[in-house]
């Protein structure tokens, strides 16, 4: 702590945030609390290498990210982030983190969120909408290669549909369907038709090929946005959130076995004071 002019000992640091961790849980039971009353949810999932105990290797776990933020669609409340650790990717995860809740849940185009929409569940109010940045990420890999016409011309079509969301954050979510209903729409007429009309000219096991059946596929998913302002474009948002544990990773070569769970709630803590641009300090003295 050179700024208090302090020596503590890294050791005697790792302990101390081993503890600060278990302490800290009840805060980050209550903060995803706090994001299950939200309107809409984002989730995304990311792993996490963990020493597995006794065996001196480390396993993939995963740690769950989960976001609110209203301030898009004209929302006041403080952006929240919380995220939980697993031994598991499967929907049984999720399911367990959000239930009761009601609302909009949107994500990526993994199976494991399509749970909690089957009517059969409990909390069968959850919509899915899904994220325009993960259809344009696969067209985009093809355009910069420079070997498939559809996926440029994809890339181009799309362009627009960002400045448009631009213009309209923070609008209320009628404004923003207003504009999205006038200058978004028939772009997306016009993509679907484009992706039906090539399709069936491609190799089935071709990279283009596998682009559009994943667009086609959640087309419902991807079209919400139009109707619905609280909706975003893209997941972009949760996908920020997760970026500095992802670089966590990079610079560490696991998570202690004893530690994997505090590690998730400090994370959370740590996040929510950069969503909030607090500094936890000035306070201190």
């Known amino acids: 702590m050179p700024r208090d002019q302090v020596e503590i000992g890294r050791s005697q640091m790792a302990q101390w945030m081993g503890k600060v961790g278990f302490e800290l849980e009840p805060l980050a039971a209550y903060a995803l609390t706090r994001i299950k009353q939200g309107q809409r949810v984002f989730a995304d999932e990311t792993t996490l290498p963990t020493l597995a105990p006794g065996s001196g290797k480390a396993k993939t776990a995963y740690l769950w990210t989960y976001l609110r933020d209203d301030r898009p669609f004209g929302g006041s409340g403080p952006p929240i982030v919380v995220y939980r650790f697993e031994d598991s ?3 049984e995860c999720v399911a367990r983190h959000l239930d009761g809740y009601r609302g909009i849940l949107q994500v ?6 399509n749970r909690l929409a089957k009517p059969d569940r409990a909390n069968d109010a959850v919509t899915l909408a899904a994220c325009w940045s993960h259809v344009r990420r696969k067209f985009y890999e093809l355009h910069a290669a420079g070997s498939f016409t559809i996926a440029s011309q ?9 400045a448009v969301e631009e213009a309209v954050r923070g609008h209320d979510p009628a404004a923003r369907v207003m504009a999205r209903q006038e200058k978004s729409a028939a772009i997306l007429v016009a993509l679907f038709k484009l992706w039906e009309k090539e399709l069936p000219k491609l190799s089935g096991k071709s990279k283009p090929a596998e682009a559009i059946r994943y667009a086609l596929g959640r087309r419902a998913a991807l079209e919400r946005f139009l ?14 959130a997760i970026r500095p544990q992802t670089i966590t990773r990079k610079n560490s070569l696991f998570v202690s076995a004893n530690f994997p769970a505090p590690f998730a709630v400090e994370c959370s803590d740590a ?15």
């Open 89 to 91: 990717r499967a929907g």
């Open 108 to 113: 990526d185009g993994y199976a494991a969120y």
């Open 154 to 162: 994809t890339v181009a079509h799309m362009a627009p549909l960002w």
């Open 227 to 240: 109707v619905d302002g609280r909706i975003e474009l893209d997941s972009n948002a949760v996908e920020r």
């Open 271 to 285: 996040q929510g004071v950069h969503q909030n641009r607090w500094t936890p300090c000035d306070g201190r003295r």
